[in-house]
């Protein structure tokens, strides 16, 4: 037993490898871009310094939280989606009083060959919301081009997430990444099927219109749930908003919602910000954590 934690203890302060899950015909594939560190009282404000104190398995050996940063590529026969897109080729030091830390990218085009997909065969990009550590490889220039590297991808975004755009500017989304990414954006609405099995869940609070991706293939259903949970911890503490929340009521609500999805037999997640344990089941009211990760 004693190795078993220490093993999950250990994933919980690392960024996530490619891993990839097969449901029915469809597969799943977590496609690291990056990573960045979150300071634990700064981006929950909501905990304590005695919250941490009994918990340092989710704390890296410079007392941060690991927010691993990528995509999920949805594969189905020949055709492929990819919900968010990485932070890019670019990396960004801490900043005092800023509640994350270092923060980098720029791997997930290499990743993305390693599995043997090419970008311009991605047939559009799915974006949980319009933060910066989720657009990446939409809005830079690929390597040795002068055209983001999704040359045939439409890119889907929320209705409300779109229609409310400025609101992002706050967080760092600029009007000219906004602007670049306009030409190719289809606003999507709640409960639409974007891709085979793949529908659009409104879960707004992290921002206006930030959205989760359900994926049901196989007789199971995966939800890809961006930000509205950003540690395994928040899956025991739902009420625990992240600073960058831009509702807090009302994403401690959609939180608390989702963690009964999640809950519900056949149902898995995934977690882009999860640490190693981006795919998980919710197992609530045992002896340990409740995010229980996928391991196989």
């Excluded at 398995?57 to 897109?85: F, K, P, Q, W």
């Excluded at 049901?216 to 960058?244: C, K, M, N, Y």
């Excluded at 009302?250 to 999640?262: N, Q, T, Y």
Aim: no cysteine; hydrophobic share 40%; aromatic share 6%.
């Amino acid at each position: 037993m004693t190795n078993v934690v220490s093993k999950q203890d250990e994933r919980l302060r690392r960024p996530a490898s490619t891993r990839s899950l097969r449901l029915g015909e469809t597969k799943v594939t977590y496609v690291p871009d990056g990573v960045v560190q979150l300071t634990p009282r700064g981006w929950l404000p909501g905990t304590s310094d005695e919250v941490w104190a009994a918990h340092p398995e989710y704390l890296d050996e410079t007392g941060n939280l690991v927010g691993s940063i990528g995509g999920l590529l949805v594969e189905h026969g020949d055709r492929a989606l990819l919900i968010d897109a990485g932070f890019g080729p670019q990396s960004v030091p801490a900043q005092p009083g800023n509640p994350h830390g270092a923060i980098r990218g720029g791997a997930l085009l290499d990743n993305l060959a390693v599995l043997g997909r090419k970008p311009e065969e991605i047939e559009a990009v799915a974006f949980t919301h319009l933060h910066v550590d989720h657009l990446g490889w939409a809005w830079h220039p690929a390597p040795g081009s002068t055209r983001p590297a999704f040359t045939g991808a439409d890119y889907l975004v929320a209705e409300p997430e779109w229609s409310q755009r400025h609101l992002v500017e706050a967080h760092g989304t600029t009007r000219e990444i906004l602007d670049a990414l306009q030409p190719r954006v289809r606003t999507v609405a709640d409960g639409e099927e974007i891709f085979p099995g793949v529908h659009v869940m409104l879960t707004p609070g992290h921002t206006a219109g930030h959205t989760a991706y359900v994926v049901t293939a196989g007789g199971r259903r995966l939800i890809a749930f961006g930000d509205a949970l950003h540690s395994p911890i928040q899956v025991d503490h739902p009420e625990w908003s992240a600073a960058s929340d831009h509702d807090h009521g009302l994403s401690a609500d959609f939180r608390r919602r989702l963690v009964a999805e999640l809950a519900e037999p056949g149902t898995i997640g995934f977690g882009v910000h999860f640490a190693d344990v981006v795919f998980g089941r919710v197992r609530p009211g045992g002896d340990g954590p409740a995010w229980q990760p996928i391991t196989d």
